[in-house]
């Protein structure tokens, strides 16, 4: 979500592209920073489905490593100096909420975890503007089927998707070809029309497509249950690393419980 692109960055990408092309024909799954390439999630895609996909990411992310949250106060003191040390430098920062598919948006809903998903919201903006492409939009809203465009799983978004972000950063004529913006921004002001308007708009994706939220419920074990055992990460935060699966974290994210 917070990301800053250095030299360093871009010079590991091309080392990470010479080596995939280097090694026999067999590319590398992952990047340096452990994110999976999207050649790997073609992949996997061609071996699993992708409504297998989308099974395995909520039960990764929901029934596992994130069934609750626990908000990290040190993430958002580290999140606000690196903010002001960016700003100092004269570095316009843009910061947004990537565009998880809404199956995502209703399992928090059904682990009980709507509080803290808006709690996450006021907090970034008590803090600063940012573009939120989550939520209930054209894109979020794709139906889970055999064949996507937009998705590789709940999280993963295509480079489609990306573009389409991009350019409604820096190029808004970019988008053309009848394709309408889906972010919106959001700042202390409009806040809270953004987060009644989001829990509205998600009412009526489940009363317009009960079969793609059905599918949701399927998958979440366990619903209404307290979690007995509670587990930090022993890695502190902000930490931009390798977590199982091949996962990646920044210094906004919460503490899995």
């Known amino acids: ?9 871009l010079v590991k990408s091309v080392g990470t592209v010479a080596a995939n092309l280097s090694h026999d024909g067999v590319s590398q799954p992952y990047f340096d920073n452990g994110q999976l390439t999207a050649n790997e999630m073609s992949e996997q895609v061609a ?3 992708m409504r297998a996909r989308f099974r395995q990411s909520l039960d990764n992310y929901m029934n596992r490593r994130f069934r609750a949250y626990e908000p990290s106060d040190r993430a958002w003191r580290e999140f606000e100096k690196a903010l002001k040390e960016l700003r100092r430098r004269d570095v316009k920062v843009l910061i947004f909420i990537p565009p998880t598919h809404v199956a995502h948006l209703e399992s928090i809903r059904l682990r009980g975890l709507w509080p803290q998903w808006v709690d996450f919201k006021r907090r970034l903006a008590q803090r600063t503007s940012y573009w939120d492409f989550s ?8 139906p889970i089927a055999d064949e ?18 991009l350019a409604q950063f820096f190029d808004q004529k970019a988008l053309g070809n009848g394709q309408s913006q889906f972010g919106q921004h959001v700042t202390a002001q409009t ?7 989001e829990k509205e708009a998600l009412a009526r994706w489940r009363a317009r497509h009960p079969s793609q939220a059905e599918f949701v419920q399927r998958q979440l074990r366990n619903l209404g249950k307290p979690v007995l055992r509670q587990q930090r990460w022993p890695v502190p935060l902000p930490h931009r690393g390798i977590l199982p699966e091949g996962g990646c974290r920044s210094a906004l994210d919460f503490r899995p419980v």
């Open 191 to 197: 806040l809270a029309q953004r987060l009644s308007e």
């Open 47 to 49: 071996r699993e489905g």
């Open 148 to 165: 996507m465009s937009f998705y590789w799983d709940i999280s993963h978004f295509r480079s489609r998707v990306g573009d389409r972000i």
């Open 135 to 142: 939520g209930v939009n054209a894109v979020t809203t794709e």
């Open 1 to 9: 979500m917070f990301t800053t692109i250095a030299g360093t960055t």
